[in-house]
């Protein structure tokens, strides 16, 4: 059983002389993620949802080691992220709308520059991008440029990718942003082939639709801060999610 348990995570930001004009402040650090604790577990999809700028991909940078925290860690089955990044990022996947595919590049060459940069073996590496590339219906277009995929596809084969090294947590920063229908239905497939695969699955979105359809348990976070963190069953109660959430906010903002 694998578990991440992320224990008071805190990041702030300088804000520049320029940003604080705009926006009319005088503080010269903005707080992005206010102490943020959760846990999560392997076979399971746990959803991080909040508005813009609630802290959401400040959080998963920081999960994904991309960032250090202020304070606080994310220990991963009991190892920290901040005292042991680089083995933490050999046991996980990370995905951002931030990280942007070589046009010119091909999955095919994709996959294998990022199987060696991950110390795979050649055969483990051909046999993971059979068995990848069929499972998500990427061979079809596996020597096609990166530049001639749609959207979706490439958001496919860069989820494929970020998954090459069998890790065993998943993280993904708002992975259907952008998405038409069918594209966004196939990451959300992806994102359960996951979960049945046994990963601990952490994701990031606005959308609710995508925690409803494919979250175990869902954290609102709002100005850094999660207000609610709940099963899904508990958190919906027969209700959409949208509106229990939209209950939440008002009485959050009201009594503010
Ligand atoms: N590198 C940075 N420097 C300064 N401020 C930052 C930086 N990164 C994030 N922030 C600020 O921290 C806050 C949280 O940002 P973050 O990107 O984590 O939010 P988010 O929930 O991912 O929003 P969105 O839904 O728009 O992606 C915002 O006010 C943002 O402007
Ligand atoms: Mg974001």
């Known amino acids: ?145 990166i530049a001639k995929l749609s959207q979706g596809q490439r958001q496919k084969v860069s989820l494929v990718i970020s998954v090459l090294h069998d890790p065993k947590f998943v993280i993904l920063d708002e992975p259907t942003n952008g998405l038409d229908i069918i594209a966004a239905r196939e990451v959300r497939e992806f994102i359960l082939n996951m979960k049945a695969a046994g990963k601990c699955v952490i994701i990031s979105t606005h959308l609710f639709d995508l925690v409803e359809k494919v979250c175990d348990r869902a954290a609102m976070i709002m100005d850094g801060r999660i207000v609610v963190n709940d099963t899904l069953d508990n958190l919906m109660q027969g209700r959409p999610l949208e509106d229990a959430f939209y209950d939440i906010y008002t009485h959050i903002k009201g009594v503010e």
């Open 1 to 145: 059983m694998e578990t991440l348990n992320v224990q008071n995570l805190v990041k702030s930001f300088p804000i520049s002389e320029k940003q604080r004009k705009t926006l009319g402040t005088s503080e010269k650090r903005k707080i992005a993620v206010n102490g943020i604790s959760f846990t999560a577990k392997s076979g399971e999809v746990f959803g991080l949802i909040g508005p813009n700028g609630a802290g959401k991909t400040t959080t998963m940078r920081m999960l994904a080691t991309l960032i250090k925290p202020d304070s606080g860690d994310a220990l991963y089955n009991s190892i920290s992220a901040v005292s042991s990044p680089e083995l933490i990022r050999s046991q996980l996947a990370f995905l951002t709308t931030d990280l942007k595919p070589d046009m010119k590049s091909t999955p095919d060459l994709m996959f294998d520059f990022f199987a060696e940069l991950y110390h795979l073996p050649s055969d483990t590496a051909a046999s993971r991008k059979k068995e990848l590339f069929t499972e998500f219906g990427i061979d079809k277009f596996s020597r096609t440029q």
